[in-house]
């Protein structure tokens, strides 16, 4: 979905509600994702901003309840547990080192001009994001959308290490989340399968590359589209259910 929004694929569902008030309505978020890479991160970021429009404006005019949901994503599968050096990484993705600065810029430049910070100076690893995928499959719904915000922020912002279990427990710390029953879920194997659900589900639909919204379950949209078009999707979801 993709709301978040940093990443992924967002599912979407209207169903009616006796209660048009927004504030009032269910919203949670199911997003195939992925937590790194560059334009990703940043189309997903314009995405969830159109997103949120989309569904405060549905609801005021229809008075339904739009339910959204985060799901994982990889888009490198070959990673390591323990990633890579980034600009290894990059160079061995883009065909050199000569590339990644041209890149690196323009990204970041595309990013301030929509508010959204890059500081690929403090970033040194392509980090394994399997972890943090896991850890929000464990948090509850309503805490998912500000966990995966703080992990962006500490990627991109700040070049915090998002593949080590102890970087990703002191983001929670900061979130005010409880880390004991999160380090005991993750002891457990808590996550892997929803996880690994998620992967093989994306890989069934198809889906190569994030924001990718899922509406219903029955439809997909690629990219970050204008608040009205999800507005006008709502709309036709809603006439196919008979609502």
């Known amino acids: 979905m993709i709301a978040t929004v940093r990443s992924g694929i967002l599912k979407v569902s209207a169903k009616p509600s006796a209660r048009p008030n927004f504030k009032e309505t269910r919203s949670s978020r199911s997003c195939i994702s992925t937590f790194t890479p560059t334009w990703s991160a940043l189309g997903a970021e314009s995405a969830k901003k159109n997103v949120i429009d989309a569904i405060e404006q549905w ?13 994982a994503f990889l888009l490198d599968h070959s ?3 323990e990633g890579l050096p ?6 061995h993705k883009m065909g050199g080192e000569h590339r990644i600065e041209e890149m690196l810029q323009r990204v970041t430049d595309a990013g301030a001009a929509v508010g959204v910070p890059f500081r690929f100076d403090r970033v040194t ?9 896991r850890l929000t499959a464990i948090l509850p719904a309503e805490r998912q959308e500000a966990w995966i915000d703080a992990v962006m922020m500490a990627y991109f912002e ?4 998002i593949a080590k279990r102890d970087v990703l427990l002191e983001i929670a710390a900061d979130l005010g989340l409880e880390t004991f029953p999160l ?13 690994q659900e998620d992967l093989e589900r994306a890989s069934a639909m198809g889906i190569s590359g994030v924001p990718f919204f899922v509406l219903n379950g029955k439809y997909g949209l690629s990219g970050a589209y204008p608040a009205a078009e ?14």
């Open 125 to 133: 690893r392509m980090p394994n994001t399997v972890l943090a995928h």
């Open 79 to 81: 990673l390591p547990p």
């Open 59 to 71: 609801v005021a005019e229809s008075g339904e309840d739009v339910t959204v949901s985060y799901h």
């Open 86 to 91: 980034f600009r290894a990484s990059m160079a």
């Open 158 to 161: 700040y070049g915090r290490d």
């Open 183 to 195: 380090e005991t879920a993750l002891d457990e194997g808590r996550g892997a399968e929803e996880v």
């Open 230 to 243: 999800f507005v006008k999707a709502f709309g036709k979801l809603a006439e196919q259910s008979g609502s």
